[in-house]
């Protein structure tokens, strides 16, 4: 009864990597050593833990790299991602954010629109209280998509346009359903040793 069982997730992502083997070969090597982490077993890298997100929201726009091609943003939310705080405490000059705002994505993969029509999809993965914050205040979905898509730009060179759209998708997600993305394992506050450690007589 302890046999690991593939959740629909692990499916979809195991279908992805060998269709991505077949036809796309140096993808499928950069998807692997991600998942990897560069590990030999294939599991998380070491201080890791793989995360099966929850859909949050899609924005729809295109990317000026790839000629114009239409590019989903699954926007996912997990606790394991650190939530949004204040950037007031670090020095801040005219141009810094005023709020960090952590973040985890996934690597490219493709998939078809309603038409048929190629398209390019990017998981990007923040805290629950972030996708919340996004939901109810445009200025701040804003720049939480301006920096998704600079990390976009960043770590996969694919520069995305800032005119961005919000398609009604059945389960709010681009795909059949979220796929585990390894994340650095969160630490917890220790806890306090001083109670059992009393001073000697």
């Known amino acids: 009864s302890d046999e690991p069982q593939l959740t629909p997730q692990e499916a979809e992502l195991l279908r ?7 036809n796309n070969p140096a ?10 982490g560069g590990g030999g077993g294939g599991g998380a890298p070491p201080g ?5 997100p929850e859909p949050g929201f899609v924005a729809k726009t295109h990317s000026y790299t790839r000629r114009g091609t239409k590019v989903f ?24 954010l005023p709020m960090r705002i952590p973040l985890s994505l996934g690597p490219p993969r493709e998939d ?14 923040f ?20 920096l998704a898509m600079h ?29 585990p993305q390894f994340m650095r394992a969160r630490k917890e506050p220790a806890a306090e040793p001083g109670a059992a450690a009393e001073p000697g007589a």
Do not use: W
């Open 73 to 96: 943003i699954n926007v996912c939310q997990s606790v394991h991602v650190d939530p949004p705080s204040s950037a007031a405490t670090a020095a801040t000059s005219g141009d810094e």
């Open 151 to 179: 990390q976009i730009k960043e770590k996969h060179g694919d520069d995305l346009s800032d005119a961005v759209s919000f398609p009604r998708i059945k389960g709010n997600y681009k795909g059949l359903a979220p796929l």
């Open 112 to 125: 078809l629109d309603r038409a048929g029509g190629a398209c390019t999809v990017y998981d990007v993965v």
């Open 27 to 36: 993808e499928y090597e950069m998807l692997v050593s991600q998942l990897g």
């Open 48 to 52: 890791g833990q793989k995360v099966v």
């Open 127 to 146: 805290h629950p209280d972030t996708v919340s914050t996004a939901l109810a205040d445009a200025d701040f979905r804003s720049l939480m998509l301006q």
């Open 16 to 22: 992805h990597l060998e269709d991505l083997q077949a």
